[in-house]
């Protein structure tokens, strides 16, 4: 599964991203925490590329890197050939909070989006209701947020994130506060939109099954401050599901990863907690 993968979606679209050199430090009044380094890979437009590490490895960071929203301490993040120095507009956000205004109805959230960048309300009205039964939620239009369980939330801040059909598309954990079952219907959904969007994807995860079933190349990083430990490309056939973690050559695969990650110190054995660098006091992903 390390030669390159041959299975992005069929007409590549999208914009590149690169990452050159980056490393990123916050200054604090406790002092300054390196939360990045030496971060060098690049997204082929159209792809999707899962960034997997445990929790407080900088995965946020890079994403708000990514967008514009910070400014990295060191190197260069590169989008369509064109280096950020501003937040990036042109790309669509999903956090793990679906974040969605509980006084508007569900396809008033959808349109805070056309709202903000000024699009012509008929015409984003009309794609808001596509991307509602794309994502399987039409029939919910009117529902408010209290109204809605955890999935369609996440459902309708992700038909928000691409209202604008952003060629890029940023997802931080989102579906992390999901149950497992919910949780794995999502990726289905998401594998789906994205083939048939083929957008450029970078999807913040914790979970090595969803990395490998989602992304075309699963970037992991190590403890804090996070480093790239490896980079896979995945050559899975898709569409795929769940059960291509039975695979054998994906089963050798998330193995390797959970080796490479113990090596880092990421999973703890009881009376080793603290020996984790960067990561005290935790277990686990
Ligand atoms: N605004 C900030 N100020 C200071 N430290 C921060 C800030 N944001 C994140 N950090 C620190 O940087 C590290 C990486 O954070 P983050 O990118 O949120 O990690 P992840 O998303 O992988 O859990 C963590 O140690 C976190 O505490
Ligand atoms: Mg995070």
Same mark, same amino acid.
């Given at each position: 599964m390390d030669q390159p993968a041959g299975d992005t979606a069929a007409s590549p679209s999208g914009t590149d991203l690169r990452f050159e050199a980056i490393g990123h430090d916050f200054e604090s009044q406790h002092g300054s925490v +390196?939360?990045? %380094?030496?971060i060098d890979f690049a997204v082929n437009a159209g792809q999707f590329v899962a960034i997997l590490?445990?929790?407080?490895?900088g995965k946020s960071t890079l994403l708000l890197l990514a967008a514009g929203l910070l400014a990295p301490s060191e190197g260069a993040v590169v989008v369509g050939g064109e280096r950020v120095?501003? =937040?990036?507009?042109d790309c669509g956000f999903v956090f793990q909070? #679906?974040?969605?205004?509980?006084?508007?109805t569900a396809l008033r959230n959808i349109l805070l989006q056309a709202e903000a960048r000024g699009m012509d309300r008929g015409q984003a009205e009309g794609r808001a209701r596509e991307l509602m039964e794309l994502t399987g939620?039409?029939?919910?239009?009117?529902?408010?947020p209290t109204q809605l369980s955890g999935g369609m939330r996440q459902r309708v801040a992700l038909c928000r994130a691409l209202l604008h059909d952003p060629p890029v598309l940023f997802m931080d954990e *989102?579906?992390? %506060?999901? /149950?497992a079952l919910t949780r794995e219907q999502m990726v289905l959904d998401t594998q789906r939109i994205w083939m048939e969007g083929a957008k450029t994807v970078l999807f913040v995860t914790h979970d090595i099954g969803e990395a490998i079933v989602l992304a075309d190349r699963v970037v992991v990083l190590g403890p804090? =401050?996070?480093?790239?430990?490896e980079i896979y490309d995945i050559a899975l056939?898709? *569409?795929?599901?769940? /059960? %291509?973690? #039975?695979e054998p050559r994906s089963i050798a695969l998330q193995h390797k990863i959970r080796e490479l990650l113990r090596a880092h110190g990421v999973f703890t054995q009881p009376? +080793?907690?603290?020996?984790c660098p960067g990561n005290e006091g935790t277990s686990g992903l």
């Open positions: +390196q939360a990045l %380094a030496g590490g445990p929790s407080g490895c120095t501003k =937040p990036f507009t909070d #679906a974040s969605l205004l509980e006084w508007r939620i039409s029939g919910f239009e009117d529902a408010y *989102p579906f992390g %506060a999901l /149950d804090r =401050p996070g480093r790239i430990l056939p898709r *569409p795929r599901d769940m /059960d %291509a973690l #039975a009376g +080793q907690f603290g020996s």
